[in-house]
């Protein structure tokens, strides 16, 4: 079964919440001001959950096969 994580990096207000939540999944572009996706399995499904409802941007996503 196959994970991805998508982060919007057009919506991305760089807040880092994300990475802050998940430093395994997200990483800080620190030139661009946004935030990346580095490993789609690097948290669990409920970690990256938290970090989708906790983004105010609202610009991650997440599916799974």
Do not use: W
Request: overall charge negative; some cysteine; hydrophobic content about 30%.
């Amino acid at each position: 079964m196959g994970r991805e994580v998508i982060l919007d990096q057009d919506e991305c207000i760089g807040c880092e919440t994300c990475v802050e939540l998940c430093p395994g999944v997200f990483a800080y572009n620190e030139s661009e001001n946004k935030a990346y996706v580095i490993n789609p399995d690097g948290a669990s499904k409920e970690e990256i959950e938290e970090a989708i409802e906790s983004c105010p941007a609202q610009c991650i996503s997440m599916t799974e096969d």
